[in-house]
């Protein structure tokens, strides 16, 4: 089940925004397509990122997929246990496995983004 209060991208990341930032992770269907996480590498603190830009990857056993901005912003904080310890984002993606958090505009636009009914619509036709 995919938390109702995120938004989601049509390339399989979340977001959450409070305030200024917006946290940002990988959704469940993403880990389970990776199928054991054993690599990640993120953006690093304090780089300005454009929507859509890649953000991270993520590698698996089975592929290696970028991680992409859903939208623009300034790193602010990246997961560091997550970067230690990939059970977080295999168990956990909407809680302990988010991955960064971006110092967002207050223009911020999330329309683009997907609501939870709309992203499970694309993941069942997958």
Do not use: C
């Amino acid at each position: 089940m995919n938390p109702p209060d995120l938004h989601y991208a049509k390339s399989h990341e979340w977001i959450r925004i409070d305030g200024d930032t917006a946290t940002i992770g990988i959704t469940k269907f993403a880990v389970e397509q990776l199928t054991e996480p054993t690599f990640l590498e993120l953006a690093k603190i304090g780089k300005e990122v454009q929507q859509e830009a890649e953000i991270g990857i993520i590698e698996s056993v089975k592929s290696t997929s970028s991680i992409y901005a859903p939208v623009s912003g300034t790193v602010l904080d990246v997961n560091q246990a997550a970067l230690k310890d990939l059970s977080l984002v295999n168990d956990d993606p909407f809680g302990k496995g988010w991955l960064l958090k971006l110092k967002v505009g207050p223009d911020t636009n999330l329309d683009h983004l997907q609501t939870t009914t709309q992203y499970e619509a694309q993941i069942a036709g997958h």
